[in-house]
């Protein structure tokens, strides 16, 4: 491991980096050892730093001709027990779906990577949320969930991205680091995590690493002929998810013991509706803020918490045209009121105009 740890500034020291380049860093350090990928903005420094990095450590880099040949490349990959990653942008995430929903159904762990950009469509490069739904519902076709985390600052991209792979091994699942172009691009000041020794990596009975006729064949697929035995392999699954929700809950509470409005914001959005928190408290107003760092599993405990401690509404504040306040209205059950801002196409909003909108929905009288 002595190469790895050349590759970046120890582990105990603070370093400026930027959030893509940070992620890459991190995965190495984390054992991941193959990258598949394909350039798009805004996350191409990403591949760059692994283009460059990852041989040095006796890795392999490889870009693909497609986003969809690099999703089933970390397919391949995963089946053989290797930790490996692609990342991509909104469009092509869409394109990795149906390789995403392969590794699901053949419990096939990977790390994938979105850095997300406006849309829909090629849309804009400029920051977004817009992803939401593709990643905790319905990127790929069939019944399956996958763990997706937000980091909202660049130490949380070294943060997060061993925990998905540590995630992805244990639940043997894909895993996704659902950032966007403000973090992606932004520069921090980061403490890089100790790079990890391959001989500690969870060993992987299952993958299909050659016999050597020491053991039967394994085999990875997701194609089942018989409807009993897929229905049993699905329901084997989703009962690792409920693991995974009771386990795996994540998030932030920032002044909510005594919060009547509760701000619940993730990634970039939150770092803006913190400052508007931080304002609202100023003029007196009872407001805290709740930042998933778990988008699946939703961390509904938090919000049960919060209800407790007698919040009487939630405004959810997002990149997008509101998709997490589904999750915010079906954690709350009807007990409070929840609204809703947000700015989209690659708009960011600023603090006063969310403090306004605090403001409108911390004054409404309830149910309207």
């Not at 054992?31 to 394909?38: E, L, N, T, V, W």
Request: net charge negative; with cysteine; charged share 20%.
């Amino acid at each position: 491991m002595a190469e790895t740890e050349k590759s970046a500034a120890p582990a105990e020291e603070r370093v400026l980096m930027k959030g893509n380049e940070v992620l890459a860093e991190a995965a190495m350090r984390a054992g991941c050892r193959y990258f598949f990928g394909y350039p798009i903005t805004p996350q191409t420094e990403l591949a760059a730093y692994m283009a460059r990095k990852l041989p040095k450590i006796g890795g392999t880099f490889l870009q693909a001709e497609s986003e969809i040949a690099a999703i089933n490349m970390l397919y391949g990959a995963g089946a053989a027990g290797a930790r490996a990653m692609t990342s991509s942008s909104s469009p092509g995430v869409s394109l990795k779906g149906e390789g995403v929903s392969y590794m699901a159904g053949a419990d096939v762990p990977g790390v994938i990577v979105n850095v997300e950009r406006g849309g829909p469509g090629l849309g804009s490069i400029q920051p977004s949320q817009s992803d939401y739904f593709q990643a905790t519902r319905a990127l790929g076709h069939g019944d399956f969930y996958m763990p997706v985390l937000a980091p909202s600052t660049v130490q949380e991209m070294a943060d997060l991205i061993y925990l998905a792979f540590d995630l992805a091994d244990e639940y043997r699942t894909p895993a996704m680091i659902l950032a966007d172009g403000m973090i992606g691009q932004m520069m921090e000041p980061v403490q890089l995590p100790p790079a990890r020794d391959p001989k500690d990596l969870p060993a992987k009975p299952w993958a299909t690493t050659g016999t050597g006729m020491r053991r039967q064949h394994n085999v990875v697929n997701s194609l089942y002929l018989t409807p009993t035995e897929l229905e049993q392999k699905n329901r084997d699954r989703f009962a690792r998810y409920e693991q995974i929700k009771a386990t795996q809950q994540r998030q932030e509470l920032m002044m909510c013991d005594d919060a009547e409005l509760v701000v619940v914001a993730f990634g970039a959005a939150s770092r803006i509706a913190r400052t508007a928190v931080r304002a609202a408290r100023k003029q007196g107003m009872k407001v805290g803020l709740l930042r998933p760092i778990t988008l699946w599993p939703y961390p509904t405990d938090a919000v049960e918490q919060c209800l407790a401690n007698g919040a009487r509404k939630f405004l959810s504040v997002e990149l997008n045209m509101g998709q997490m306040v589904q999750d915010v209205e079906l954690a709350v059950k009807g007990r409070a009121d929840v609204s809703f801002y947000g700015r989209t196409g690659g708009v960011l909003p600023t603090p006063e105009e969310v403090l306004d909108a605090i403001e409108e929905s911390y004054n409404a009288k309830a149910g309207e």
